[in-house]
């Protein structure tokens, strides 16, 4: 199972991150939910700084382009081995910066991904 980081978790069930966290442990995966605000999501605590997370296979983002340059560092001191760029947070320029460091990126939708067996 690929331990995966949501970057952009959120405790509210109408939130596309809140339900992939879901989907990811019902698929199985090790989630570790990364947000702006504190709350709880799939039994788990929404982490608000930067946490140490060895092993992360996927960085699945829901945080939009603008408000990501405040994360590059972290994203990429992660060292996944792919990350996801769901819809609406495409960024060319992450996904140079993460392409130069050898990460995978895909620009997909995490929720479509498990759903057709692809993630």
């Not at 992939?20 to 199985?28: D, I």
């Not at 709350?39 to 829901?62: H, K, M």
């Not at 392409?99 to 057709?116: D, K, N, P, Y």
Request: aromatic residues 6%; glycine residues 8%.
């Amino acid at each position: 199972m690929k331990k995966t980081l949501v970057l952009g978790a959120s405790d509210n069930p109408a939130r596309y991150s809140h339900q992939a966290v879901h989907r990811l442990q019902r698929h199985g995966h090790e989630v570790v939910p990364v947000g702006i605000r504190k709350g709880q999501v799939g039994g788990l605590s929404i982490e608000t700084d930067r946490p140490a997370a060895p092993d992360v296979d996927t960085v699945t983002l829901y945080v939009g382009p603008q408000n990501q340059p405040a994360w590059y560092d972290y994203i990429l001191d992660l060292k996944p081995k792919r990350i996801i760029f769901n819809p609406g947070t495409e960024n060319p320029e992450l996904e140079r910066l993460a392409r130069q460091r050898g990460i995978e990126t895909e620009e997909a939708c995490t929720l479509v991904m498990l759903s057709a067996g692809q993630y």
